[in-house]
């Protein structure tokens, strides 16, 4: 490719929207431009990096026997109730209507319209294991999109699907994802770690995610200092403390604490640590028939922090969870949030292990201003239940026994699910088994994040000249620049040659013959990351020499003119 020839929309300045690294050079790079909120252009550079990473994704899952089919972005909103997501999923479905007012969605994923399209071309069990994927865009009306292409709102998803007789074959070919997603982001070049993760609102019963470890991660990692253990911070169990709760001593009073709204503004005006206040919140209960619920208390160490995912799991919970509104506390309680408190609470008190063994601790008093002190389980809040509400903290035991729990932030590029039935019973889609009865299918899914991976490689792969690519991501082999162009015949031909023979062998070369100053044509391969750049000027071929630049170690070398495309064939392995 020739940079004359090319949209090459590299820029000089650091755009002022992108807060993240990827962001900020895949825009100053020239990969992307956005459109709208979470919805952006993929320029000729970027998208040949994309069909690098789908390359080798689809080689990866043909490995393992996938096959590639292709669904439509549009689909009936009548499949999304019948199986009972079309509420569920909530606002970041987007609904929308064709001009005979037929109801629709932009697909955020697939698993009904798979489901409906097994149901009809599968028969027989003998069909079976079936595993499906596509690479395809989706839409999801993110609340926040965020950090360019990690956190869009139009974005390309490579999704799978499984289809089984019985739960054995689904636990095979859920193995041998698990095992072609290792294979992918390896030879992604990516440092990742498979985790343990919630099923959120796609469902079923056990996952992984893959998640490259970055600073700019949105999720959480915890992971053993000892063992393999490894979850999403969603998922870690925080165990039940050792120590057991102290006895209790005087009697609970009320004492004034005005204008505290915070954990730390009561237990500063209580002159007592964080630790030693209760956090009180309200959450709403699963909602019955008529969509009424009750308001649950949810207690903490006022030094912790609750784990909404944990906590939505639990019987009777909201799930997704959900807050009380503050007029729904006031309502309920005579307060407001910041003076809640257990003692004297009418409704279903839920306490975190850890705050289970606190005694003659602080507590908002329902009355607002005010707070309680001295306060005791049993004796002053005789009815409660214990379960696991909090976020894990480095340092804690790993729930496995083996060693302790460090944290990691992660970006989130991939994900696998057992599905079980969860599809295949709500849509009806069955085959018959050996002994002519109808049963449902088991289903599994798995998805990756085309579009993030690329983001999420250049927030692991960069210096402060540009993106360092991974070679199989990279979008040019090879860079050629060629230095006063216009003034030198020999440089002319010594590049338009060499240009060629690459080009003939297959290479993928970005050859910059604009002209331009040095600096200028460096900065950009720089930045672009290619990783071989070659300069070719008037004052080395007339020593017969032509000087090559490696991005990754940044090593110089001067090369005979005559030997240049050996050499980087050498380079090359080719
Ligand atoms: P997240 O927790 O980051 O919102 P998710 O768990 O909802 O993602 P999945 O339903 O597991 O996403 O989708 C499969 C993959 O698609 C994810 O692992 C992620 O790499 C990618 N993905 C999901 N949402 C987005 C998005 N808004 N922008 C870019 N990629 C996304
Ligand atoms: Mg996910």
Known sequence: ?????????????????????????????????????????????????????????????????????????????????????????????????????????????????????????????????????????????????????MRGREFIMKDGYSFHVDHESLEQTYQDMYDAYTAIFTRLGLTFRAVEADTGSIGGNHSHEFQVLADAGEDTIAYSDESNYAANIEMAEALAPLESRGEAKDPYSKVPTPGCHTVDEAAKALKIESNQVMKSLLVRGEPDADGKYELIMLCLRGNEELNEIKAGKLPGVSNPLEFATDEEIFEFTGAHPGSLGPVGFKGRIIIDRNANIMSNFACGANEDGHHLINVNFDRDIPTYEVADLRNVVEGDPSPDGHGKILLRKGIEVGQVFMLGTKYSEAMGATVTDKNGKNIPMEMGCYGIGVTRVVAAAIEQHHDDKGIVWPDSMAPFTVGIIALGLGKSEEVKNASEKLYNELEALGVEVLYDDRDERAGVMFSDMELIGIPHVITIGAKGLAQGIIEYKNRRSGEKESIAADQILENIKAKLNI
């Open 1 to 149: 490719m020739r940079t004359s020839r090319y949209l090459l929309s590299t820029l000089k300045e650091n755009p002022v929207e992108a807060v993240v690294d990827s962001h900020r050079l895949m825009l100053r790079a020239g990969l992307i431009r956005q459109v709208a909120s979470g919805i952006y252009n993929w320029l000729p550079t970027g998208l040949r990096v994309l069909h690098k990473v789908e390359a080798i994704i689809r080689e990866e899952m043909n490995k393992k026997g996938a096959i590639e089919l292709s669904m439509p972005v549009v689909q009936p909103a009548d499949l999304w109730r019948e199986s009972g997501r079309y509420v569920k999923y909530g606002p970041e479905l987007c609904r929308l209507n064709d001009r005979k007012q037929n109801e629709f969605v932009l697909g955020p994923t697939h698993e009904e319209v798979i489901t409906a399209l097994c149901r009809n071309e599968i028969k027989s069990a003998r069909q079976l294991p079936m595993n499906l994927y596509q690479i395809q865009t989706k839409f999801r009306d993110e609340v926040r999109p965020r950090f360019g292409v």
